[in-house]
């Protein structure tokens, strides 16, 4: 148990620090909950192939994590029980007075190894779940099954938003309402507040024309992220807007079939596959829209930054998004697999951009990662004293 006299131990586990939200947020929360408060050790495993390493952005940051090279995205029994064994011998050495969670993988390894070393606080955050478009029945009823069982371990369960906190316990069951809590992302988004719009430095190194309307799509090449739509919707928006031009930033397994796709339906010569790019705000800036296409979604980051960095968005009615975006308040949403619909919305952008400060001003109100230190901070010393006062009527 924490002692007034030291700092609070937190150990922090996700399964790997690829491209995207987690992964910057797991290494923000590590560099911000540092001494003299507190010390903190992040623990992942390694990137798959094909996969983009944000390692680079934790250590950016001064964070150096523990690897375990087994604790990766897919389940292999295995492979498991050695990343069990390992976390449960990390943990008895680091003595946390706090594990903390990240995505499902390591939210069931993690949760389990700390009950089995009697971790006085338990918490997991879902970032979003796999529980539909991802695998089949049986697939999904085991991720569901293991959740309820890590659920009964954990003292707290974090989500990122209050649709995917009734999701979560009203449809799939995964715990009681009341072992739920919202806290929104928290980001590093002054340099997006602070670029100005049509910079030109991303469209000037892909030599993109200035005055040609640009929209983009940003992340993993993934089946989840539905690429396909946005092309599907591209076509449709070109033969509207001839000048218009298309960027896809990030890599994955699908990529080459992606970039088929486009010479197929006649868009080679007005798409660009930029790959990784680590100066994402040059990128918003050039964005005339910012498309998410995906068949589910928990609360993307790159929507979070384009609205702070003032671009606008159009994305599919789907996970999150509904939530972040304020039901269409702070940009488009269309039904999900409905091509037609997302070309109009893209094409209504493009024609009557909508004004964006007040989304530029709530992305930084209430996705800084100044809230969201502030927030935990409150959570785990009041699991812990909750904790402490257990104990003490115990021994009473």
Same mark, same amino acid.
């Given at each position: 148990?924490?002692?007034?006299?030291?700092?609070?131990?937190?150990?922090?586990?996700?399964?790997?620090?690829?491209?995207?939200?987690?992964?910057?947020?797991?290494?923000?929360?590590?560099?911000?909950?540092?001494?003299?408060?507190?010390?903190?050790?992040?623990?992942?495993?390694? $990137?798959?192939?094909?996969?983009?390493?944000?390692?680079?952005?934790?250590?950016?940051?001064?964070?150096?994590?523990?690897?375990?090279?087994?604790?990766?995205?897919?389940?292999?029994?295995?492979?498991?029980?050695?990343?069990?064994?390992?976390?449960?011998?990390?943990?008895?050495?680091?003595?946390?007075?706090?594990?903390?969670?990240?995505?499902?993988?390591?939210?069931?390894?993690?949760?389990?190894?700390?009950?089995?070393?009697?971790?006085?606080?338990?918490?997991?955050?879902?970032?979003?779940?796999?529980?539909?478009?991802?695998?089949?029945?049986?697939?999904?009823?085991?991720?569901?099954?293991?959740?309820?069982?890590?659920?009964?371990?954990?003292?707290? $369960?974090?989500?990122?938003?209050?649709?995917?906190?009734?999701?979560?316990?009203?449809?799939?069951?995964?715990?009681?309402?009341?072992?739920?809590?919202?806290?929104?992302?928290?980001?590093?988004?002054?340099?997006?507040?602070?670029?100005?719009?049509?910079?030109?430095?991303?469209?000037?190194?892909?030599?993109?024309?200035?005055?040609?309307?640009?929209?983009?799509?940003v992340g993993r090449v993934v089946p989840i992220?539905?690429?396909?739509?946005?092309?599907?919707? #591209?076509?449709?928006?070109?033969?509207?807007?001839?000048?218009?031009?298309?960027?896809?930033?990030?890599?994955?397994?699908?990529?080459?079939?992606?970039?088929?796709?486009?010479?197929?339906?006649?868009?080679?010569?007005?798409?660009?596959? #930029?790959?990784?790019?680590?100066?994402?705000?040059?990128?918003?800036?050039?964005?005339?829209?910012?498309?998410?296409?995906?068949?589910?979604?928990?609360?993307?980051?790159?929507?979070?930054?384009?609205?702070?960095?003032?671009?606008?968005?159009? #994305?599919?009615?789907?996970?999150?998004?509904?939530?972040?975006?304020?039901?269409?308040?702070?940009?488009?949403?269309?039904?999900?697999?409905?091509?037609? #619909?997302?070309?109009?919305?893209?094409?209504?952008?493009?024609?009557?951009?909508?004004?964006?400060?007040t989304a530029r001003r709530l992305m930084l109100?209430?996705?800084?990662?100044?809230?969201?230190?502030?927030?935990?901070?409150?959570?785990?010393?009041?699991?812990?004293?909750?904790?402490?006062?257990?104990?003490?009527?115990?021994?009473?």
């Amino acid at each position: 148990m924490a002692e007034s006299s030291r700092p609070i131990r937190i150990l922090r586990v996700i399964a790997r620090l690829n491209v995207g939200g987690p992964a910057i947020h797991v290494s923000l929360l590590a560099h911000h909950f540092g001494p003299p408060d507190y010390e903190t050790t992040l623990v992942c495993g390694r $990137i798959g192939p094909g996969e983009g390493d944000m390692q680079y952005y934790a250590e950016s940051l001064g964070v150096r994590p523990v690897i375990i090279p087994e604790l990766g995205r897919a389940l292999h029994p295995a492979r498991d029980l050695v990343t069990l064994w390992k976390l449960y011998r990390l943990i008895r050495q680091v003595q946390p007075d706090v594990v903390h969670t990240h995505t499902s993988k390591a939210g069931f390894v993690g949760r389990v190894a700390a009950w089995l070393a009697g971790v006085p606080v338990i918490v997991h955050t879902f970032h979003g779940h796999a529980f539909h478009n991802y695998f089949g029945p049986l697939l999904t009823g085991l991720f569901i099954l293991l959740e309820r069982l890590t659920a009964r371990m954990s003292d707290t $369960i974090i989500t990122l938003t209050e649709g995917l906190r009734r999701e979560l316990s009203e449809t799939y069951r995964i715990a009681r309402p009341k072992q739920f809590i919202v806290l929104p992302l928290g980001l590093d988004l002054e340099v997006f507040t602070a670029t100005a719009r049509k910079g030109g430095a991303f469209r000037t190194a892909w030599q993109i024309p200035s005055e040609a309307p640009l929209v983009g799509i940003v992340g993993r090449v993934v089946p989840i992220k539905n690429h396909a739509l946005f092309l599907e919707a #591209a076509a449709r928006v070109r033969r509207q807007l001839p000048t218009v031009r298309f960027v896809v930033v990030g890599d994955g397994e699908l990529r080459p079939k992606v970039e088929a796709q486009a010479a197929a339906l006649g868009l080679a010569d007005v798409v660009t596959f #930029a790959g990784w790019q680590r100066d994402l705000a040059a990128i918003y800036s050039d964005l005339d829209v910012l498309v998410v296409s995906s068949h589910n979604e928990g609360t993307p980051v790159s929507v979070i930054e384009a609205l702070a960095a003032g671009c606008p968005v159009v #994305a599919t009615r789907v996970g999150g998004l509904p939530d972040l975006l304020e039901g269409g308040k702070l940009g488009k949403l269309t039904p999900p697999g409905d091509p037609e #619909a997302l070309a109009a919305a893209i094409v209504e952008t493009l024609q009557a951009p909508p004004q964006v400060e007040t989304a530029r001003r709530l992305m930084l109100d209430r996705y800084g990662i100044d809230r969201l230190v502030h927030d935990l901070d409150s959570l785990y010393r009041g699991l812990l004293a909750r904790k402490r006062r257990s104990a003490n009527r115990q021994r009473a």
